[in-house]
């Protein structure tokens, strides 16, 4: 009872933004790289970079994380495929159609 009432307190519990960052800091201190507030979160954020990952002008560190997105993301190699960045996938609930009423 007492293990499963842990488990569920350290599933419910998530750190705020001054602690992921302040630990994200630690970890690029620890292997020497250079550490820039402008994280890599979602595919926006890789679409914003696959021009300057296209050119080179990437840190090392940067560019390994966009290929080890680019690895998981379907949507975002193809952006780096077409070279464009205007392709935006709607991820939202199709409306259904209207019910026949006889």
């Known amino acids: 009872?007492?293990?499963?009432?842990?488990?569920?307190?350290?599933?419910?519990?998530?750190?705020?933004?001054a602690q992921v960052a302040e630990s994200a800091k630690r970890v690029a201190d620890?292997?020497?790289i250079d550490f820039t507030a402008n994280a890599i979160e979602s595919?926006?954020?890789?679409?914003h970079?696959?021009?300057?990952?296209?050119?080179?002008?990437?840190?090392?560190a940067r560019s390994l994380l966009i290929e080890?997105?680019?690895?998981?993301c379907s949507v975002c190699?193809?952006?780096?495929?077409?070279?464009?960045?205007?392709t935006v996938v709607n991820w939202s609930a199709p409306t259904p159609a209207r019910a026949f009423a006889w």
Not at 43 to 47: H, R
Not at 77 to 86: E, I, V
Request: proline share 4%.
């Open 68 to 72: 080890a997105h680019l690895r998981d």
């Open 30 to 32: 620890r292997l020497n």
């Open 77 to 86: 190699r193809a952006l780096l495929r077409s070279g464009s960045q205007t």
């Open 1 to 17: 009872m007492l293990l499963k009432a842990a488990v569920q307190a350290m599933k419910t519990d998530a750190p705020d933004a």
């Open 49 to 60: 970079l696959l021009p300057a990952y296209r050119a080179g002008n990437l840190s090392s």
């Open 43 to 47: 595919c926006k954020d890789v679409a």
